[in-house]
């Protein structure tokens, strides 16, 4: 009933084929927050290393681990072992450790109603994001799940978009990208995707606007209105 009741708030739904919607994971369906900051700190912990303040670890919320520990330990073995303490602890708890952001859920359920074809894309290690969608109550509603290799060889947005295309025979001109940081709104303009950063998640109204973003939705209701 209360899908219902998000389906026909936003009108009709034409038969036609809808575009198809790629969404960020980490700030635009789920606050990952606490699982990913207390997985870089263990990873810190295990190098020895001081961490940096829980309150900067929100900026690692969304760029490749690689980008972020390589200024701080500037030698790729180190990087790369700093990643595996990393994963230790989030294939154990981390993956665990998140909420689903609040209407999130019927604004999905609504958007496939209608026709759209759903996809997530996103930085996070592919096995890790495929664990987290396949336990979200509406984790069903995503036909691929698009994240990073295990090795870092696809990890930038850009790489992500043009495997997802690839991987759904589409065209740029069939898809738009849903996502919090500059990262999402970049990979999209890279490949003239349409697009709309959302201000629930870690990137901000300034870093989204500064990258191009085509539109700002406040909250996740708004998505219905922007992808009409």
């Not at 670890?57 to 990643?83: C, H, M, Y």
């Not at 604004?107 to 026709?115: E, H, K, N, P, T």
């Not at 509603?141 to 025979?169: H, N, Y």
Request: charged share 25%.
């Amino acid at each position: 009933m209360e899908q219902d009741r998000w389906v026909t708030a936003v009108g009709p739904h034409p038969a036609e084929a809808r575009d198809t919607l790629f969404f960020d994971l980490d700030g635009t369906l789920i606050d990952s927050q606490v699982g990913i900051t207390r997985c870089i700190t263990h990873a810190f912990e295990r190098m020895q290393h001081p961490a940096p303040p829980v309150e900067a670890l929100r900026g690692w919320i969304g760029p490749s681990l690689r980008t972020s520990f390589a200024p701080l330990f500037n030698d790729a073995a180190k990087v790369e072992q700093a990643v595996a303490y990393y994963c230790e602890r989030f294939e154990s708890e981390g993956w665990q450790e998140h909420a689903v952001f609040d209407d999130i859920e019927q604004v999905v359920r609504a958007l496939q109603a209608r026709g759209h074809r759903l996809a997530v894309v996103t930085a996070k290690n592919e096995a890790h994001a495929r664990r987290i969608i396949e336990h979200l109550p509406f984790g069903a509603c995503f036909d691929e799940v698009i994240g990073a290799t295990a090795d870092g060889s696809r990890s930038s947005k850009p790489q992500l978009v043009a495997e997802a295309l690839s991987r759904l025979s589409l065209q740029p001109g069939q898809c738009w990208m849903i996502g919090d940081r500059r990262m999402d709104i970049e990979g999209a303009r890279h490949h003239g995707l349409r697009n709309i950063g959302v201000l629930w998640g870690f990137g901000g109204a300034e870093e989204l606007r500064e990258a191009g973003a085509d539109a700002l939705a406040a909250t996740p209701t708004e998505l219905l209105t922007l992808l009409c």
